[in-house]
Nanobody
Framework: QVHLVESGGGLVQPGGSLRLSCAAS????????MGWYRQAPGKQRELVAA???????NYADSMKDRFTISRDNAKNTVDLQMNSLKPEDTAVYYC??????????????WGQGTQVTVSS
């Protein structure tokens, strides 16, 4: 079992910045990919960014110029630096982790989410 806990959400004005952090605990050994998804009311959950154990990244095209994902393997954390925030970035942001256990087995975990509100 893996537990993911997000922090760093809040209220920010357009053009501002926030840094989200996700801490993983439990059975966290092995190759994995961690990332952030978001879901606004009435919309589907969408990928924001993901980063693998080795550091390779995957960004949604609409966010790659403003957001940066990073991880600290020693601390078992993944961060999302969000700059130049826009009202349309308002959503619940969820930490996601995929652990590759071998033989095609992939275990997927989700955090409880943290609210990001961008408003003037």
């Amino acid at each position: 079992q893996v537990h993911l806990v997000e922090s760093g959400g809040g209220l920010v004005q357009p053009g501002g910045s926030l840094r989200l952090s996700c801490a993983a605990s439990g059975n966290i050994a092995g190759r994995n990919a961690m990332g952030w998804y978001r879901q606004a009311p009435g919309k589907q959950r969408e990928l924001v960014a993901a980063i693998a154990t080795g550091g390779t990244t995957n960004y949604a095209d609409s966010m790659k110029d403003r957001f940066t994902i990073s991880r600290d393997n020693a601390k078992n954390t993944v961060d999302l630096q969000m700059n130049s925030l826009k009202p349309e970035d308002t959503a619940v942001y969820y930490c996601n982790a995929k652990f590759y256990r071998g033989e095609g087995r992939v275990d997927v975990y989700w955090g409880q989410g943290t609210q990001v509100t961008v408003s003037s």
